[in-house]
T-cell receptor
Framework: DAGVTQSPTHLIKTRGQQVTLRCSPK?????VSWYQQALGQGPQFIFQ???????QRGNFPDRFSGHQFPNYSSELNVNALLLGDSALYLC??????????????FGPGTRLTVL | GDSVTQMEGPVTLSEEAFLTINCTYT??????LFWYVQYPGEGLQLLLK?????DKGSNKGFEATYRKETTSFHLEKGSVQVSDSAVYFC?????????????FGKGTLLTVNP
């Protein structure tokens, strides 16, 4: 059973460009959350998707947007990249639909470098 | 808003030493508390959790007790191994379950020498 997968592993962009990161949740999971982890810091919550809708959002500007597809996979889009967007972007999946306590499983992340 | 403060690192120990990593939190309600571990080049893995006051989470020899009176969730292990070297994150979930956002501390780097 594959866990959470993310692509690409690494990405280098220049300021002002746009980037799309992808996440496939663990089998059986229907909820995807995205986090930004700057170097030496803890992950910061960006947003969460369930049933193809943004369910909850953290304190990130509108340049950060997302999408969830019918197969539960998700994309994170960042427009007008800034140097400060350089970070490890983590995707986590969980099974909201089954109710009760559900652990969030994290992927290995995508390392984004903005030059 | 909710926040997590954990002990600054790095922490360097010899094998078989006792480990404590302090974690305190601020939350408006009654959050669930977690410790996650991040090994080099890997994603976060849930190490242990506690969902209500006085609960003790435990896994792989690590333990942490949810102390509501001191708003703390300190991580302990009686005898660390080289394989425990990693970054440890304390986190809380404001809505009492892991389906809602996780608020993390800054992480503590642990290095265990043979």
């Amino acid at each position: 059973d594959a866990g959470v997968t993310q692509s690409p592993t690494h990405l280098i962009k220049t300021r002002g460009q746009q980037v799309t990161l992808r996440c496939s949740p663990k089998s059986g999971h229907d909820t995807v959350s995205w986090y930004q982890q700057a170097l030496g810091q803890g992950p910061q919550f960006i947003f969460q998707y369930y049933e193809e809708e943004e369910r909850q959002r953290g304190n990130f500007p509108d340049r950060f947007s997302g999408h969830q597809f019918p197969n539960y996979s998700s994309e994170l889009n960042v427009n007008a990249l800034l140097l400060g967007d350089s970070a490890l972007y983590l995707c986590a999946s969980s099974a909201l639909g089954s109710g009760g306590y559900n652990e969030q499983f994290f992927g290995p992340g995508t390392r984004l470098t903005v030059l | 808003g909710d926040s997590v403060t954990q002990m600054e690192g790095p922490v360097t120990l010899s094998e078989e030493a006792f480990l404590t990593i302090n974690c305190t939190y601020t939350a408006t309600g009654y959050p669930s508390l977690f410790w996650y571990v991040q090994y080099p080049g890997e994603g976060l893995q849930l190490l242990l959790k506690a969902t209500k006051a006085d609960d003790k989470g435990s896994n792989k020899g690590f333990e942490a007790t949810y102390r509501k009176e001191t708003t703390s969730f300190h991580l302990e292990k009686g005898s660390v191994q080289v394989s425990d070297s990693a970054v440890y994150f304390c986190a809380l979930s404001e809505s009492g379950g892991s389906n809602y956002k996780l608020t993390f501390g800054k992480g503590t780097l642990l290095t265990v020498n043979p």
